[in-house]
């Protein structure tokens, strides 16, 4: 499958959720977030440290989700990654994307093996869908 499709698949969601979600602004974690909310996406952030992020009520894992979501953004450090990865298999997550320095080899490998459609060539969501710091 290519990257454009695997990126079309992703986008079909309903529901996304960003694992790494944060209050700062300035990190990519809270760019990813409003970029949903920019484009009129029903998202869910993910920080075990704040309970709302951008005025959305935050879940403390991605085992907290609901079932509801199938897309995944992760913005967090590789070793990271690769726990956020193992949950959300476990959570049923079908498409995940490793934002740029997210990635980490084993957590793609685990996506491989476990059929999920991943995204972690270095293509960027805000780039995709045209986010405009606002």
Do not use: H
């Not at 080899?105 to 999920?116: F, L, N």
């Amino acid at each position: 499958m290519s990257v454009e499709n695997e990126i079309e698949r992703f986008l079909t969601s309903d529901l996304f959720a960003v694992a790494g979600a944060s209050q700062n602004r300035e990190k990519y974690g809270n760019k990813v977030l409003r970029c949903y909310m920019q484009k009129g996406r029903r998202v869910i952030p993910v920080n075990p440290r704040q309970s709302c992020i951008e005025g959305l009520d935050s879940v403390a894992s991605v085992g907290d989700l609901p079932p509801e979501v199938k897309s995944l953004s992760i913005i967090t450090a590789p070793a990271v990654t690769e726990v956020i990865v193992a949950e959300a298999i476990e959570q049923g997550i079908e498409n995940i994307w490793m934002q740029p320095g997210a990635q980490s080899e084993k957590a793609i490998k685990m996506c491989r093996d476990a059929g999920v459609n991943i995204i972690a060539d270095g293509s960027c969501l805000l780039v995709v869908l045209g986010y405009r710091e606002i």
